[in-house]
């Protein structure tokens, strides 16, 4: 079985502040962890994954985020907010058995001028 | 950058009434999935299809569900009687290598309202 919990289905940060978005996943197995982005009115684009190389991945648009094992967290972070930032963000999982990805409920971002 | 287009973009139909809603994949990438999202809630997965059959379905994809690949290029899903929870929006997402810890790319989206 997998999920995945994200904390917060809204946020707002100001523009040039740390952008900090949660991500918490149950997984029997080792995980496949993916950030997606959707725009208004636009499908969700890949922002990043982790496929258990680097625990520290590096995505689009200056995001990145961090697997750690121990806390089962995958949260997504940018030093400095930009207006563009703005959207809807979506964790997910799967794994070996499991290949659908598994989505949380989203966390829609807003960028306070 | 690989698009993955659906049509329509948005939907109306009446309730009892059969939908069809298409998508265009990306060229060689052979695996398929329809998502939806219902307003306010998760993206749930529906189906995955692969070689011209269903690879792994939702227990949201019964009966009234149906996926093809009706000219080898376009997918399609089709809801044969659509209720008023049927209003979702629909995602097509394709990839080149099965969905396991690689990417796939979404479409737009398709609005259905069932009415």
């Known amino acids: 079985a997998q999920s995945v919990t994200q904390l917060g289905s809204h946020v707002s940060v100001s523009e040039g502040a740390l952008v900090l978005l949660r991500c918490n996943y149950s997984?029997?197995?080792?995980?496949?962890l993916f950030w997606y982005v959707q725009y208004p009115n636009q499908g969700l684009q890949l922002l990043l994954k982790y496929t258990s190389a680097a625990t520290l991945v590096k995505g689009i648009n200056g995001f990145e985020a961090e697997f750690k094992k121990s806390e089962t967290s995958f949260h997504l972070t940018k030093p400095s907010a930009h207006m563009s930032d703005a959207a809807e963000y979506f964790c997910?999982?799967?794994?070996?058995?499991?290949?659908?990805?598994?989505f949380g409920t989203g966390t829609r971002l807003t960028i306070i001028p | 950058e690989p698009e993955v287009t659906q049509t329509p973009s948005h939907q109306v139909t009446q309730m009892g009434q059969e939908v069809i809603l298409r998508c265009v994949p990306i060229?060689?990438?052979?695996?398929f999935y329809w998502y939806r999202q219902i307003l306010g809630q998760k993206v749930e997965f529906l189906v995955s299809f692969y070689n011209n059959e269903i690879s792994e379905k939702s227990e949201i994809f019964d009966d009234q569900f149906s996926v093809e690949r009706p000219d080898g290029s376009n997918f399609t899903l089709k809801i044969r009687s659509t209720k008023l929870e049927d209003s979702a929006m629909y995602f097509c997402a394709n990839s080149g290598q099965g969905a396991l810890g690689t990417e796939a790319f979404f479409g737009q989206g398709t609005r259905l309202t069932v009415v």
């Open positions: 997910a999982v799967n794994n070996f058995g499991n290949e659908k990805l598994t």
């Open positions: 060229s060689n990438h052979l695996y």
């Open positions: 997984s029997s197995v080792p995980p496949y």
